[in-house]
């Protein structure tokens, strides 16, 4: 956990949302089976003060569910005790997720009134026709026009998208990416789909109406998405669901679920810029790239396994790697030995 940024969750699963997305199971994505109370804030706040780092900023984080969409009385009694814990100085910051059809002006004043932070919104898609199969009952203009009411409110934005849900396809989820980043959030979760036991797109995987979107899928179109943000300069935050012991466990029976898919992804990222600059050397040479400090793993890749890739792929008799910590993220072809 970052001494610059620690987040103490607490998750409402379920709360408030009247609609049934497809790929949902929040009890089984948080691990928590029940609604969160004001002593559940409190009692969060308490535990944690015993391992966060000294000198960070400490958040506490309403995830999961629909939090605008609780009854105003509830979403009262949460905030009131995140409030009287900020007032206290035992937090510095509050967070919360919710959808954007739960947004308008009455509700942003009272998150204003509790001193809420950062507001998070599950967009998902910025396709009309890929929410509608997805069950979201919202649209893409509801996105919009709620992005631009938080941003307006003086909130900081945090946008979720997920790729390969039904009846999308990379190209979609790549202008999703495009959309929001047109939307200027300060930061973005990317949430590749994973089938979860006891939701409706799982019953619709096994009855052979939803085609997989595997690890390999979701590298593939991360590895283009990844790079727009960057371009962009909006974090993203989360690539990936955050492994929990219920998903590891059993819950996620199928999908991109993956405990390193960033790291895949920033492998599959350097993969790709390789690709490009190995173009026109000769078969046989031996090889060496030049990567930034620490990023000698991910170019290497899972197992070597970019490595024998690229060594296969363009007929190398060796391909080396070393680091240049001036680098950055770059990658650069340092130097080429040409078969005798």
């Not at 103490?8 to 379920?14: D, K, R």
């Not at 790729?163 to 990416?177: I, M, N, Q």
């Not at 943000?229 to 955050?242: D, K, T």
């Amino acid at each position: 956990m970052s001494a610059r940024a620690s987040i103490i969750p607490v998750f409402v699963p379920h709360l408030g949302c009247e609609h049934a997305c497809v790929f949902c199971n929040q009890r089984r994505i948080s691990g928590a089976q029940k609604p969160a109370t004001a002593e559940d804030v409190k009692n969060s706040i308490e535990q944690a003060a015993a391992f966060l780092p000294q000198g960070g900023k400490r958040q506490l984080a309403f995830y999961g569910g629909s939090f605008t969409a609780i009854p105003a009385e509830e979403q009262e009694a949460l905030l009131t005790a995140a409030k009287e814990a900020l007032d206290r100085g035992e937090i510095d910051a509050i967070r919360l997720s919710t959808r954007p059809d739960a947004i308008d002006e009455a509700v942003l004043a009272r998150l204003r009134r509790f001193g809420v932070e950062t507001v998070e919104l599950g967009a998902q898609s910025m396709d009309d026709a890929v929410l509608r199969l997805s069950g979201r009952g919202h649209t893409a203009a509801d996105v919009e026009r709620a992005s631009k009411q938080i941003q307006a409110a003086g909130f900081r934005l945090i946008l979720q998208m997920m790729t390969g849900l039904p009846g999308s396809t990379d190209e979609k989820d790549v202008e999703t990416a495009r959309k929001i980043i047109a939307l200027r959030p300060d930061g973005v979760r990317i949430y590749p789909t994973v089938i979860v036991r006891d939701t409706a797109l799982c019953d619709m995987w096994r009855a052979g109406k939803y085609r997989e979107h595997t690890v390999e899928d979701a590298v593939r179109v991360c590895a283009e998405i990844l790079p727009l943000f960057e371009a962009a300069e909006i974090p993203v935050i989360r690539l990936g669901l955050n492994p929990t012991d219920e998903l590891t466990g059993g819950a996620a029976v199928a999908g991109a679920y993956h405990p390193a898919l960033g790291e895949l992804v920033k492998s599959r990222i350097l993969l790709n810029k390789a690709r490009a600059l190995l173009r026109g050397v000769e078969p046989g040479s031996r090889v060496t790239l030049t990567v930034g400090k620490g990023k000698t793993s991910q170019m290497a890749g899972q197992h070597r396994e970019n490595v024998r890739r690229l060594t296969e792929e363009f007929g190398l008799a060796e391909l080396k790697i070393r680091e240049n910590p001036e680098l950055n993220g770059e990658i650069l072809l340092f130097s080429v030995e040409k078969r005798a």
